[in-house]
C-alpha cells in the first residue's frame, strides 16, 4: 500500500516499480502501447498533452560536448583522426587527406601558453606543424569524412560534422557541431534498441529531436548538450542502425510544440505503471515541492484496460532491494550528513506525487529528525549500501509490494 511508514524495527525492505524519473515518455510503456497497435502520434499525445505536431530544419545545427578538462601534455596530446574523407582545419589553407592523424600538445610561446597543430599523413609523413591559439575546427570536405576523437576513452568516439577544439591556458574540450537529423542518429538507438517497434522508434526519436531543440542556445555558450544522460545519450556514428535512421528520416525535422514553443520532451525507461508530474518528480533537497507545473508533463496512469502496465517488460517493472538490518541501513544513512539521523526509529513515505512516487521522506532517528527529497535519500542508499545488493531504480517505493 502506497505512503505507508512510521516505526521500523528488526529489517527493512524496499518494493519498488519503474527505473527513472518518471517524467514525459515511458521507453518500455511506448514499446508496451506500440506492440498494442498504438501510433506514434497517438502515443505521443498520451506522453505529453495538448502537445502538437510541428516541424524544424533537419539541418538546424546542434553543439554536443564530447571532452572537457582534458589536459594534454607533450607526450599524450589530444590525438584525433579524419576518416573515410578529406577535410580542411578553419583559417589554416589547403584539403588535407582521409586517415591523416591530428595531435594538439601544450607548447609555450610568448609568455602565454598556446598550442602545437600538428597533422601527419595516413603513412606518418608529416604534413603540418604549427601553432593555434584558443580553438580550431576541423571541417568535413566530403560528406563521407568522419572525425574519431581517439582521446576519448570511449569505442563511440565517431562523428559526423564539425570538431571544434577550445584551449585555455592548461586543458581543452571538444565539441561536435552536427546537423539535428544527423545527431538524432548517433542518439535515437542509443536511448532505444533498435529491434523495437517502429512507432516506438517513432516516439523515441520525435521527443529526442524535441527535447534537443529545446535545449538549444546558438548565441550563448560553446556547446548545448551533453553527450550522456545528463541530456540524452549521443553515440555518434559508431552507435547508428539502419531501423533507427528510417524512423528519424521518415519523419524529418518533426517536433513536438506546446503553443508556440517546442517541449523539452523529457523521458525515462520504465514508468512503473504511472508517469509523474514534473514539480512532484523534481523537488528541493529537502523535498519541498518548488517548481511550477509544465502543462505538457503531467503525470498520468500508464496502464491496458485491464490493469496491465504498458512497460510489464521492462527488467525494472517490479523491484525490490535487499533486507536491511535497521542498524545497517541506519549506517548507509549516516554517510552522508542529509541523511544522518543517528539509530533511524522511523521513516515517513507518505509524500508523494500523481504516480505514488516520493517527493519527500522524513528519516527520524536518534540524532533527531530530518526531510529530504526521494532523489537524495535513493542516492544514499544506493552509494553506500553493498555493491552487490540491488539499488533503488526509481522513487516509487514502499515497504510493501505495490500494485
Same mark, same amino acid.
Given at each position: ?204 526519436? &520525435? /521527443?529526442?529531436? @524535441?527535447?534537443?531543440? #529545446?535545449?538549444?542556445?546558438? *548565441?550563448?555558450? %560553446?556547446?548545448?548538450?551533453?553527450? +550522456? ?96 538490518? &535497521? /542498524?545497517?541501513? @541506519?549506517?548507509?544513512? #549516516?554517510?552522508?550528513?542529509? *541523511?544522518?539521523? %543517528?539509530?533511524?526509529?522511523?521513516? +515517513? ?55
Amino acid at each position: 500500500m502506497l505512503g505507508s511508514g512510521g516505526r521500523v524495527s528488526g529489517s527493512i525492505t524496499f518494493y519498488g516499480r519503474g527505473y527513472g524519473h518518471g517524467v514525459g515518455m515511458s521507453q518500455y510503456g511506448a514499446r508496451g502501447r506500440a506492440l498494442a497497435g498504438q501510433s506514434a502520434e497517438t502515443i505521443l499525445a498520451h506522453y505529453y498533452r495538448s502537445t502538437t505536431i510541428s516541424s524544424v530544419s533537419p539541418t538546424t545545427a546542434v553543439r554536443v560536448l564530447l571532452m572537457t578538462g582534458f589536459a594534454p601534455t607533450t607526450a599524450a596530446p589530444l590525438v584525433l583522426h579524419a576518416r573515410s574523407g578529406t577535410w580542411s582545419v578553419d583559417g589554416i589553407a589547403g584539403t588535407w587527406p582521409a586517415d591523416a592523424k591530428v595531435t594538439l600538445a601544450p607548447t609555450i610561446s610568448g609568455g602565454g601558453a598556446t598550442w602545437r597543430l600538428t597533422i601527419a599523413s595516413s603513412s606518418g609523413s608529416a604534413l603540418l606543424s604549427t601553432t593555434s591559439c584558443c580553438s580550431i575546427r576541423l571541417r568535413p570536405e566530403q560528406s563521407s569524412t568522419r572525425f574519431q576523437v581517439d582521446s576519448k576513452p570511449t569505442l563511440y568516439d565517431t562523428y559526423r560534422g564539425v570538431i571544434r577544439v577550445y584551449g585555455t591556458p592548461s586543458t581543452i574540450k571538444v565539441v561536435n557541431e552536427v546537423g539535428l537529423d544527423l545527431y538524432l542518429r548517433g542518439v535515437v538507438p542509443s536511448e532505444m534498441p533498435s529491434t523495437w517497434p517502429s512507432q516506438a522508434l517513432r516516439v523515441q526519436a &520525435i /521527443a529526442a529531436r @524535441s527535447y534537443a531543440v #529545446a535545449h538549444l542556445h546558438p *548565441t550563448t555558450g %560553446g556547446w548545448d548538450v551533453y553527450d +550522456d544522460t545528463r541530456s540524452q545519450v549521443y553515440h555518434g556514428t559508431k552507435g547508428e542502425q539502419a531501423t533507427t535512421d528510417v524512423a528519424i528520416d521518415g519523419d524529418e525535422g518533426t517536433v513536438l510544440r506546446y503553443g508556440s514553443t517546442v517541449i523539452s520532451a523529457m523521458f525515462h525507461s520504465a514508468g512503473g505503471g504511472a508517469t509523474e508530474s514534473n514539480e512532484y518528480a523534481f523537488p528541493s533537497a529537502s523535498g519541498s515541492v518548488v517548481s511550477s507545473p509544465v502543462a505538457y508533463l503531467r503525470g498520468s496512469s500508464d496502464r491496458t484496460p485491464d490493469g496491465t502496465p504498458y512497460d510489464a517488460a521492462s527488467p525494472y517493472a517490479t523491484w525490490r532491494s535487499a533486507t536491511w538490518t &535497521i /542498524a545497517q541501513l @541506519s549506517s548507509y544513512l #549516516a554517510r552522508d550528513s542529509r *541523511t544522518n539521523v %543517528g539509530t533511524l526509529s522511523s521513516i +515517513d513515505l507518505s509524500h508523494r506525487g500523481v504516480s505514488g512516487r516520493l517527493y519527500r521522506v522524513t528519516l527520524t532517528g536518534s540524532l533527531g529528525t530530518k526531510s529530504v527529497s526521494g532523489d537524495i535519500f535513493r542516492a544514499v542508499v544506493n552509494a553506500w549500501k553493498p555493491a552487490a545488493d540491488a539499488s533503488l531504480r526509481s522513487n516509487l517505493f514502499d515497504l510493501a509490494p505495490i500494485g
